[in-house]
């Protein structure tokens, strides 16, 4: 069973607009939320996080913003760039729990043009 | 220069026989994780430990095997009990109050 879906397996978007990346979760126990950026062959890297009790967290041109009633976050890059092309993974943790135990969507290929 | 260095980058095996990935941390934190990556799926847990000779099972740890007999180091084997090896496999490590996970570079496991 899925707890974190990311139903956008692809995001194309051209330089110096915005990107939008989605993430939905089912289990309302989650408490910590985070985007990582992942390129071919190599581990992924965190790139920013939102604890539940925050609605919006902002960090450059990267910006998560938390809705827990719909269970839903998105990260916001803007303005989007060449570089930002990559596979972008939301991860989850729940409450209480291990840090570093996270919950994987399955992630999204932004592709950014020039 | 700290981090996490996971050896080997490609790695073969023929069916049938146990392989061991490497990972090692000079970070000083206190977990760490492996996690397997398939196409089209996300990462998933497959062992984790939060301190030296104490570990837990991820949600596949089926057909793998780890230690922590070192503060720096968390290997894990593959076993030939495990039905379908080849995947990208990740290990990980957090500070004992970070949550933020600080990954290696992968190790490329393919069963031949």
């Known amino acids: 069973d899925q707890q974190v879906k990311q139903n956008s397996p692809s995001l194309s978007v051209q330089e110096g607009r915005i990107s939008i990346l989605n993430c939905d979760y089912t289990?309302?126990?989650?408490?910590?939320f985070l985007w990582y950026k992942k390129y071919p062959a190599e581990g992924p890297t965190f790139l920013i996080s939102?604890?539940?009790?925050?609605d919006k967290n902002e960090d450059g041109r990267f910006t998560v913003f938390l809705n827990k009633s719909a269970k839903h976050l998105s990260l916001h890059i803007v303005p989007s760039q060449p570089g930002d092309s990559a596979v972008y993974f939301c991860?989850?943790?729940?409450?209480?729990?291990?840090?570093?135990?996270?919950?994987f969507g399955q992630g999204t290929i932004l592709t950014v043009h020039p | 220069d700290g981090g996490i260095t996971q050896s080997p980058k490609y790695l073969f095996r023929k069916e049938g026989q146990n392989v061991t990935l490497s990972c090692e941390q000079n970070?000083?934190?206190?977990?760490m994780y492996w996690y397997r990556q398939d196409p089209g799926q996300g990462l998933r847990l497959i062992y984790y430990?939060?301190?030296?000779?104490?570990?837990q099972k991820g949600d596949i740890a089926e057909g793998y095997s780890v230690s922590r007999e070192k503060k720096e180091s968390f290997p894990l084997t593959v076993t030939s009990a495990q039905k379908n090896p080849t995947a990208f496999y990740l290990c990980?490590?957090?500070?004992?109050?970070?949550?933020?996970?600080?990954f290696g570079q992968g190790t490329r496991l393919t069963v031949v």
């Open positions: 970070l000083n934190h206190d977990a």
């Open positions: 430990s939060q301190i030296v000779n104490d570990f």
């Open positions: 990980a490590s957090t500070p004992t109050r970070g949550a933020e996970a600080f």
């Open positions: 939102i604890s539940s009790i925050k």
């Open positions: 991860a989850c943790i729940l409450g209480g729990t291990s840090y570093g135990k996270l919950t």
């Open positions: 289990n309302s126990m989650f408490d910590y």
